[in-house]
C-alpha cells in the first residue's frame, strides 16, 4: 500500500525557514517523480515544486522560485521541501503528491499525502 | 487567479447530471492531458480522472471525463450525496514548465 506521510510543518515569522519531509513507502521511492503542493486556507490547489527520480531535475513554481528548494533522499524514501524567506502568502497545507513516471512532465498525481500545515505569521 | 477556469460552484440534485468544465489555453490543455481531482471536505485531494478522460480503479463509471481543444468537462451521473465535494482539473503547461490547476469547483448535492 502506498503510503505519503508529511511532517515539518509548524508556526513561522515571515522572513523564517521551514523544512518539510515527506515519508513514503509501498512502492520503489526513486522510479517516481514527485512534487509538492499547496493549498491555503479555503482556497485551491497550487502547484509548488516537483523533482525527477533520480533528483537530478527540479522545477518551481514563479512564486516560490529562489526561496524554496525540493530534494530527495532515495536511500531514505524521503523527499523535501526547505522553505526560505516565507511570507504570510506561503501560509496552506502542504501535500505531496507522487508522480506516474520518473521524469517530471505531463501525467499525473496518483497519490497524495495527507498534509502538513504550515503557518507564517508574526 | 488560476490558470486554468473553473465555474466556482454547481448543484444537482440526487440522480442528477452535472457538468463542470475547465477552461485553459494551448500551452496546457491544448498540448496535454487533463487530470481530475475530487477532495472531500477535510481531506487530501485524490485522482478521479487521468489523460482526460480514464478512471482508476476503483472510480464509479459514473463519474467521465472529456476533452476538446482548450477545454475540458468532468461529468457526473446518477448524483449521489457522498459526491459533494470540490472538484479540480489540472494540465501540464508547457509554457510554465509546471503543472497548473483550475481553481475548484464545489459541488453541492441539494
Known amino acids: 500500500e502506498v503510503q505519503l506521510v508529511e511532517s515539518g510543518g509548524g508556526l513561522v515569522q515571515p522572513g523564517g525557514s521551514l523544512r518539510l519531509s515527506c515519508a513514503a513507502s509501498g512502492f520503489t521511492f526513486s522510479r517516481y517523480a514527485m512534487s509538492w503542493v499547496r493549498q491555503a486556507p479555503g482556497k485551491g490547489l497550487e502547484w509548488v515544486s516537483a523533482?525527477?527520480?533520480?533528483?537530478?531535475?527540479?522545477y518551481y513554481a514563479d512564486s516560490v522560485k529562489g526561496r524554496f528548494t525540493i530534494s530527495r533522499d532515495n536511500s531514505k524514501n524521503t523527499l523535501y521541501l526547505q522553505m526560505n524567506s516565507l511570507k504570510d502568502e506561503d501560509t496552506a497545507v502542504y501535500y505531496c503528491?507522487?508522480?506516474?513516471?520518473?521524469?517530471?512532465?505531463?501525467?499525473?498525481?496518483?497519490?497524495w499525502g495527507q498534509g502538513t500545515l504550515v503557518t507564517v505569521s508574526s | 487567479q488560476s490558470v486554468l477556469t473553473q465555474p466556482p460552484s454547481a448543484s444537482g440534485t440526487p440522480g442528477q447530471r452535472v457538468t463542470i468544465s475547465c477552461s485553459g489555453s494551448?500551452?496546457?490543455?491544448?498540448?496535454?492531458?487533463v487530470n481530475w481531482y475530487q477532495q472531500l471536505a477535510g481531506t487530501a485531494p485524490k485522482l478521479l480522472i487521468y489523460?482526460?478522460?480514464q478512471r482508476p480503479s476503483g472510480v464509479p463509471d459514473r463519474f467521465s471525463g472529456s476533452k476538446s481543444g482548450t477545454s475540458a468537462s468532468l461529468a457526473i451521473s446518477g448524483l449521489q450525496s457522498e459526491d459533494e465535494a470540490d472538484y479540480y482539473c489540472?494540465?501540464?503547461?508547457?509554457?510554465?514548465?509546471?503543472?497548473?490547476f483550475g481553481g475548484g469547483t464545489k459541488l453541492t448535492v441539494l
Open positions: 489523460s482526460n478522460n
Open positions: 494551448s500551452s496546457n490543455i491544448g498540448s496535454n492531458a
Open positions: 489540472a494540465a501540464w503547461d508547457d509554457s510554465l514548465n509546471g503543472w497548473v
Open positions: 503528491a507522487k508522480d506516474l513516471r520518473v521524469v517530471v512532465g505531463p501525467g499525473y498525481f496518483d497519490y
Open positions: 523533482i525527477s527520480g533520480s533528483g537530478g531535475s527540479t
